[in-house]
């Protein structure tokens, strides 16, 4: 796997729409931000521009993709927003300049298309808050958190309060995922990992009924996901719409039925997703995950 390098003072750092269309105030709060770091940011040509719900045309999108992983000069590319869109624009996109000149990609949501497709390559990337989101819905901790990902070479870690669900055992594994129902969507596409085995899977959802969760849980075993991880780690699934017939199972039974053959241990209730505490997730670095004292701890060894 390749470890982009971690970010200086004066680094360049781009940001573009792969999805939806953004607020511009939304935008230029995050880029003070951003800036604020010691980091200097550079908006695609692109990025205000609103093609319906999306942030431009494909073609218009896939010129600012393109141009933030060809341009050498730019050392981490923020995605500026999810909803839909990446997958439209995703096989239209040349990844090979990231071999030589690597750098990192952030986004979550429906940027978890990209995110996989850098693992499948071996690039590593970050499941992280986006530029949109950090005004009104990411916790400021979860944001500065970016910022210590990227610009410090020390160990990495996020933990959270060990609920009832959770194993206690511990496991180690790169990690990958993001989106529960973007990660079913990417199977049998050129964007999909080649292999889980002895990986941590990382999951999380917003606003899909009880039955499709179920749905895509199925589709991950049919398709063999779930079978040779060496863990799996359930973050925020929120917003879920319940129907007046009852499925009769909550969401975290639904996952608890799906893998209970399995004997790999999981972990409930981490901090990131379409939630307040949306902490980054680097996809396709190596985790330790221990369990103690009440607390779950993601560890990342930089």
């Not at 971690?6 to 003070?32: H, Q």
């Not at 200097?40 to 319906?52: P, S």
């Not at 990690?175 to 973007?182: D, E, F």
């Not at 075993?221 to 199972?249: C, H, N, Q």
């Amino acid at each position: 796997m390749i470890i982009p390098s971690f970010l200086n003072k004066g680094d360049k750092i781009a940001i573009i729409a792969t999805a939806r269309a953004v607020d511009r105030e939304l935008v230029e709060y995050a880029i003070d931000i951003i800036n604020s770091w010691g980091l200097k940011v550079i908006t695609g040509n692109h990025l205000y521009e609103r093609n319906f719900r999306f942030g431009g045309t494909d073609d218009q999108r896939i010129a600012d993709l393109q141009w933030a992983i060809s341009n050498t000069e730019i050392k981490a590319v923020f995605c500026v927003r999810g909803g839909y869109g990446t997958t439209r624009i995703i096989d239209n996109i040349d990844l090979k300049p990231l071999f030589k000149h690597p750098k990192w990609i952030l986004g979550f949501s429906d940027v978890t298309t990209l995110l996989l497709g850098l693992e499948r390559i071996g690039v590593a990337s970050i499941h992280s808050p986006m530029p949109a989101l950090f005004k009104s819905k990411t916790d400021s901790k979860a944001v500065n958190s970016v910022k210590d990902f990227l610009m410090t070479k020390t160990d990495y870690v996020i933990s959270w309060k060990t609920t009832s669900l959770c194993s206690d055992a511990n496991c180690t594994g790169s990690l990958v995922g993001g989106n529960l129902s973007m990660i079913a969507n990417n199977i049998g596409t050129e964007t999909f990992p080649l292999s889980f085995k002895n990986k941590v899977l990382f999951i999380e959802e917003v606003g899909e009924d009880l039955y499709k969760i179920d749905r895509y849980m199925v589709q991950l075993k049919r398709a063999g996901v779930l079978r040779e991880l060496s863990g799996l780690i359930v973050g925020s699934i929120t917003d879920i719409p319940y129907d007046e017939e009852p499925f009769g199972l909550e969401v975290n039974e639904i996952i608890e039925s799906h893998i209970k053959e399995y004997n790999y241990p999981v972990y409930y209730g981490a901090p990131f997703g379409h939630c307040m505490e949306n902490y980054p997730v680097p996809v396709g670095m190596q985790a330790d995950i221990s369990v103690e004292n009440g607390k779950t701890f993601l560890s990342i060894r930089k």
